[in-house]
């Protein structure tokens, strides 16, 4: 996914050299795929910090990602508005740590690690602001995102001395808060592939302002660096064309 993804931007800068400066239409219509790596930060009341310096040392961020169509209205040649229907994937994991066994056998698994996938419906909305970059057609986007919990998916890893690998899955839709909101930071670029294709590369940070957790004593906050690739398709030709 890392090697499609260098090489979709290169092409793009290619298509974007040779090709034309076309005007689109108010509406356009498209897809995307955002690959990002996630985390959570977390806010502990002082009774629990030592839960909050644990879990800091024995968990890492993961890669995720969001997919989904988007529409977006050009306000004028400066701003336009967007937002979309997404499902996203994000969470975080835990490092490789040692099992200890009371009573030590070598049929018993030596090392586990587990990965926690939250499933979100996402609904963005933000605004761009257009400018120019020498010639380069590029944007800077921030917005809000409400978010629908969907269940969250658990990802148990085993592994024993002879090297075999054990996996075990489970879900959890209760829990967690069932609605949360995000901010949206965004900086890229609007590439013309065709006349009526538009191509955006756009490198995206996204943080959750709302606790994914319902305890007020452990609050947790989701947040998301990624690529966001989308497609744009104007749904008429501009007459003047």
Not at 11 to 23: E, H, P, V, W
Not at 36 to 58: D, G, M, T
Not at 202 to 209: A, D, L, S, V
């Amino acid at each position: 996914m890392k090697n499609f993804t260098i090489i979709l931007f290169f092409l793009s800068i290619s298509a974007f050299c040779q090709g034309q400066d076309i005007k689109f239409k108010k509406w356009l219509i498209g897809v995307s795929y955002e690959a990002n790596i996630s985390s959570r930060q977390l806010k502990y009341s002082a009774s629990n910090e030592w839960v909050k310096h644990i879990r800091n040392n024995s968990e890492l961020p993961r890669y995720g990602f969001s997919t989904g169509g988007n529409f977006r209205y050009n306000l004028d040649q400066t701003f336009s508005i967007e937002t979309g229907l997404l499902f996203a994937n994000r969470g975080f994991a835990t490092k490789k740590h040692q099992l200890n066994w009371a009573t030590p056998n070598f049929d018993f698994p030596i090392t586990s690690e587990t990965a926690f996938a939250f499933y979100y419906i996402e609904v963005p909305l933000k605004i761009n602001f257009n400018f120019a970059l020498r010639k380069l057609r590029m944007y800077a986007s921030t917005g809000v995102s409400m978010n629908y919990f969907v269940n969250r998916n658990t990802t148990l890893l085993v592994y024993n001395n002879n090297g075999d690998k054990q996996k075990t899955k489970s879900q959890q839709k209760y829990g967690y808060t069932k609605d949360t909101y995000s901010i949206l930071l965004g900086f890229g670029m609007n590439i013309t592939i065709s006349k009526r294709v538009l191509l955006n590369i756009e490198p995206i940070y996204i943080q959750n302002f709302t606790s994914i957790t319902a305890d007020n004593k452990a609050k947790e906050y989701l947040y998301s660096f990624g690529l966001n690739t989308k497609f744009f398709l104007n749904l008429k030709r501009n007459p003047n064309k």
